[in-house]
Nanobody, 125 residues
Framework: QVQLVESGGGLVQTGGSLRLSCVASGRTFSAYPMAWFRQAPGKEREFVATIDSIHMSAYYPPSVKGRFTISRDNTRNTVYLQINSLQPEDTAVYYC??????????????????WGQGTQVTVSS
């Protein structure tokens, strides 16, 4: 059973930074793409970053590109999300996620079979 456990959320001021972490277990971490999503109150869950397992290539939607950086450490079974220049609109629960397919390009919730429990990020103005 794949398990994903996020940490690193919290309350930060506008302009600050956070690094979220997600530790995965239950299968060979290095073989699968990983992703981060977020969900603000009253909004749909939104894709924000993914990193593949072969080339360590990252992909971001235009809404976060330049401020968000995803990375992974296969020796620690951990994926990270660095968020810089935080804005109040970044306030959301951030979820770590992955898929059953080793070759899938993650672009949305429809690509995901496994979710973490989420970590809250709150940005004060």
């Amino acid at each position: 059973q794949v398990q994903l456990v996020e940490s690193g959320g919290g309350l930060v001021q506008t302009g600050g930074s956070l690094r979220l972490s997600c530790v995965a277990s239950g299968r060979t971490f290095s073989a699968y793409p990983m992703a981060w999503f977020r969900q603000a109150p009253g909004k749909e869950r939104e894709f924000v970053a993914t990193i593949d397992s072969i080339h360590m290539s990252a992909y971001y939607p235009p809404s976060v590109k330049g401020r968000f950086t995803i990375s992974r450490d296969n020796t620690r079974n951990t994926v990270y999300l660095q968020i810089n220049s935080l804005q109040p609109e970044d306030t959301a629960v951030y979820y770590c996620a992955t898929t059953r397919s080793q070759l899938r390009d993650i672009r949305g919730v429809y690509d995901i079979e496994y979710w973490g429990q989420g970590t809250q990020v709150t940005v004060s103005s």
